[in-house]
């Protein structure tokens, strides 16, 4: 892994630059402000500053024969992942890369009645950003398969960590879902996050689809109470779902809507890592002091 791209290199591929600059890889990141490159310098990453939505400016990006991280998520609105698409056309013959791991969502498996969730449970997206997601999916792997270059998707559940905890809503009081009401979610720390997409590059094969959470569901209302409780925080109030659709934006409203236990056996096993934050409790934590 000499060689590596990452595309929307915020908060993750930044952890994931840390870990790969570490084997003495040479990382560029690709963001879309003078601001989101300065920080790219700051952590010792070559930027580039390019838009996506504008085929025109993804023009030499370093590409051939190197590890992509693919971490920019769609656009808003539609069914679709433009992006996706422009970043493909705009490889040309001979520069593709080696190998592109790719950042969906567990979202494309829609409602799932919380049963668990495997890499062989069909699809079936029903929000728009998960059907944009598992457009994206499709993209990549035709492209992938055309070109020659192998694609690893992984399924993501919620990511928490430092600086990515929902303290400001705790304390501008929202309410949130009673516990009996609140479905199971799923979640993985942003650590450990970086360290699977660094170890799917390293050992995925192209075609392969990894589920990442920490496999320890719990209720939102869980999340949040545990948060608050952390931070010392008033706890919020409680509502019932036919009240919450009344105050509750209807982005929150979805992920109430939608439940799932996600199986990450499939991660531990083939990909062989170890997580470094297994429960909530931990990676809590592990997330007080911002990074």
């Not at 501008?172 to 170890?199: F, K, M, Q, W, Y």
């Not at 509502?239 to 979805?254: F, G, H, N, Q």
């Not at 083939?270 to 409790?281: E, I």
Request: hydrophobic share 35%.
């Amino acid at each position: 892994m000499n060689k590596v791209l990452i595309v929307g290199c915020g908060d993750i591929g930044r952890r994931v630059a840390g870990l790969v600059c570490g084997q003495g890889a040479e990382v560029t990141g690709v963001v879309r402000s003078v601001e989101g490159a300065g920080r790219l310098e700051d952590a010792g990453i070559t930027p580039m500053i390019a838009d996506l939505n504008d085929p025109s400016a993804l023009t030499g990006l370093p590409t051939e024969k190197a590890t992509v991280y693919y971490f920019a998520p769609p656009p808003g609105g539609g069914h679709t992942d433009p992006k996706a698409r422009n970043f493909c056309a705009s490889v040309a013959p001979g520069q593709e890369p080696e190998k592109l791991v790719y950042i969906s969502t567990s979202g494309v498996y829609g409602d799932c009645g919380g049963e668990v969730v495997t890499e062989k449970t069909p699809v079936n997206p029903q929000t728009a950003r998960a059907k944009r997601r598992h457009d994206a999916e499709n993209v990549f792997r035709q492209w992938g398969a055309q070109k020659g270059v192998a694609v690893i998707i992984l399924r993501v559940t919620g990511i928490y960590g430092p600086g990515r905890l929902p303290v400001s809503r705790l304390q501008g009081g929202a309410p949130l879902l009673r516990l009996e009401e609140s479905p199971p979610t799923n979640r993985i720390h942003a650590d450990d996050l970086a360290r699977v997409c660094v170890a799917a590059a390293e050992k995925a094969e192209g075609g392969e689809i990894f589920n990442v959470s920490d496999g320890h569901p719990s209720t939102m209302t869980e999340y949040f109470l545990a948060i608050a409780d952390l931070f010392d925080l008033p706890k919020p109030p409680l509502v019932t779902m036919e009240e919450a659709r009344k105050v509750m934006t209807p982005l929150m409203i979805s992920y109430l809507t939608e439940s799932r236990r996600m199986d990450n056996s499939r991660l531990l096993e083939r990909l062989g890592v170890k997580l470094l934050y297994p429960t909530l409790s931990e990676g809590l934590k592990a997330s007080m002091e911002p990074k």
